[in-house]
């Protein structure tokens, strides 16, 4: 056999044993109960938690079945055991496969194994045969909670000095941001001086973008008064729809309202007519202001 031959099969066995690369997933949280709050934890909350059962094959001796899902970690680190024994994962660490299911299932297999006060600073590449969080957690209920800060990375450990410091100034990136009651991953902030509501949609983002242009068309898409709808991010295979609000009102005053649309955006998503012209140049002008979020 030539030299040549041999440096082809060589390459072909390399090829082969290589691991398959990390389909991309268009709807990653698909299955998981909550899907809509991983994806507000993921792309749009600042500072939130929520708590996630791990399945008990995936868990170490002497690990506990419980981890908390933050938005982030300090440094962005992809997860951490406490030495009280909690472990936290950041879902915005940045890992970027194509399906943040398996990016995050990495995460938390990594935080589980790590010694108690050990951050979990890099995570294994993830591949084809990685599980993903659907293989990973028990199902159950995914309920978030928001906080004002970052206090929940030290729990009652008080810090001083550089750590107190560093702390204090990531509290001051924080967006006020309050969960709505009207609606699952309804979430009001205050920007500057602006006020707006940000809902992630369960549905799938082709039926919720002609539902939102039905809406439009027919001026129905506001909250009342002066707002009005700015348009909707695509996040996981999902859309959020945002909203510009009157700054002078709070969240509480818009729960009726937000109760209200969601009847009139449930009709118009169960609508089986074709889009008239003034719908389709309504959806034409949402889609020209999309954003797709990562």
């Known amino acids: 056999m030539g030299k040549a031959s041999r440096r082809q099969r060589a390459a072909d066995t390399a090829r082969r044993s290589r691991p398959a690369p990390v ?6 949280f698909e299955g998981l109960a909550g899907e809509t709050d ?16 791990v399945r008990p094959e995936h868990v170490p001796d002497g690990a506990p079945s419980e981890v908390t899902v933050a938005t982030v970690l300090p440094l962005a680190w992809p ?56 293989d990973v957690l028990v199902e159950g209920s995914f309920d978030v909670t928001v906080h004002e800060g970052f206090d929940f990375w030290v729990g009652d450990q008080e810090l001083e000095g550089d750590a107190a410091e560093s702390l204090a100034r990531a509290n001051e ?18 920007i500057g001086d602006r006020a707006h509501i940000r809902l992630v949609l369960p549905d799938d983002e082709d039926a919720a973008t002609d539902a939102l242009a039905r809406l439009h ?34 969240a509480d005053d818009y729960e009726d309202a937000l109760t ?4 009139r955006y449930t009709a118009a998503l169960g609508s089986g007519a074709a889009l008239t012209a003034e719908e389709r140049r309504a959806r034409s002008g949402l889609l020209s202001r999309q954003v797709t979020l990562r």
């Not at 389909?23 to 990653?28: A, D, S, T, V």
């Not at 859309?239 to 009157?246: N, R």
């Open 23 to 28: 389909p991309f997933e268009r709807r990653p």
């Open 260 to 263: 209200a649309w969601h009847g």
């Open 38 to 53: 991983w994806v507000a934890l993921r792309e749009i909350l600042p500072a939130a938690t929520a708590t996630a059962t």
């Open 79 to 134: 997860g951490l055991h406490r030495a009280d024994g909690t472990v936290f994962i950041g879902t915005q660490s940045g890992n970027a496969s194509g399906d943040p299911s398996r990016d995050l299932a990495a995460q938390v297999l990594a935080a589980l194994a790590a010694d108690p006060g050990v951050p979990v600073v890099t995570v294994p590449q993830v591949t084809a045969d990685s599980p993903r969080l659907q």
């Open 173 to 190: 990136t924080v967006v006020p941001t309050s969960r709505m009651a009207a609606l699952p991953s309804a979430y009001w902030v205050r």
């Open 217 to 250: 068309a027919a001026g129905e898409d506001g909250l009342g008064g002066d707002t009005r709808l700015l348009g909707a991010f695509r996040a996981c295979g999902l859309l959020v729809p945002v909203w510009d609000l009157d700054p002078e009102l709070g």
